[in-house]
């Protein structure tokens, strides 16, 4: 059987989040992406590769600085040769992919660590050797060494023109340096669990919502060639993005509008 044909919409793969896949993806490449968006170059996804089939892409061919769609492109296609040498069974929307859109990028992310956790051999991934010194956008920054202090002259240099000493005044009473009130550690510590138990609850959520439109669009794609009205304005709500107005008219179909500068 071919290498991820068993991995279909259903699978709990597609509902695990960003934190914990952005996460992963770090771990193993030793980086600091932040972003699921940030996967859409595809140079990640190279190497994640080499990390399964280690020398099955040449890592020198890695475009890590690519900022453009053709140099996007070119890293997925380094991605789809190595999936096609090792009979891995996916295509890659690359068209898609590219365009650097959440949803598209967290599902192919999703597939692709269940596709990982079902091929890797297991043990520590050498990425930093692997890349043998390439820079990326996302390396790990390095500490900054300690702070060195000037030294300070022994001698002070002797003023030419001192001036006459004036009578001492009474010293002035100093001002009680003021103590700033310090948080309670255990209030600090509840609302930090507060807020993680939030975050979380609206990544469940968040990812419950994205796997009811990922099967709405499934189920769109069947009749994508009967021209079925009703589809057809499904797929129109779907696919607006952030920059369109979605309006359902009176009559029941759906209008999408550019959003005046005004209103972004």
């Not at 771990?27 to 859409?40: H, P, R, W, Y």
């Not at 099955?56 to 890695?62: Q, R, T």
């Not at 692997?130 to 956008?137: D, F, H, I, L, N």
Request: hydrophobic residues 40%; contains cysteine.
């Amino acid at each position: 059987m071919a290498l991820g044909s068993n991995i279909g919409i259903m699978d709990g793969a597609f509902f695990v989040g960003k934190t914990e896949l952005l996460s992963w993806v770090n771990g193993l490449l030793q980086l600091n992406i932040t972003k699921v968006e940030q996967m859409a170059t595809g140079a990640a996804y190279c190497q994640i590769m080499d990390a399964v089939f280690p020398g099955c892409i040449n890592l020198s061919k890695i475009n890590w600085s690519a900022k453009y769609d053709h140099e996007y492109t070119h890293n997925f296609k380094l991605l789809q040769a190595a999936f096609d040498k090792n009979n891995v069974q996916k295509f890659i929307e690359v068209e898609k992919l590219i365009k650097a859109k959440s949803l598209d990028n967290l599902e192919f992310l999703q597939w692709f660590k269940r596709f990982v956790d079902l091929n890797y051999r297991g043990g520590d991934y050498p990425a930093l050797e692997r890349r043998r010194g390439a820079k990326t956008p996302w390396d790990v920054g390095e500490r900054a060494g300690p702070q060195v202090s000037q030294p300070r002259s022994q001698n002070p240099p002797q003023q030419r023109n001192p001036k006459p000493a004036v009578a001492s005044r009474a010293p002035q009473p100093k001002a009680k340096p003021v103590r700033e009130a310090k948080p309670d550690e255990s209030e600090v510590t509840r609302q930090i669990a507060e807020l993680r138990l939030t975050a979380d609850s609206l990544e469940k959520e968040r990812d419950f919502y994205f796997g009811k439109l990922r099967a709405i669009e499934l189920f769109c794609e069947h009749f994508e060639n009967q021209e079925n009205p009703i589809v057809m304005d499904i797929q129109k709500i779907l696919f607006a993005t952030d920059e369109e107005n979605v309006a359902v008219n009176d009559d029941g179909s759906v209008s999408i509008t550019p959003i005046e500068p005004a209103e972004l």
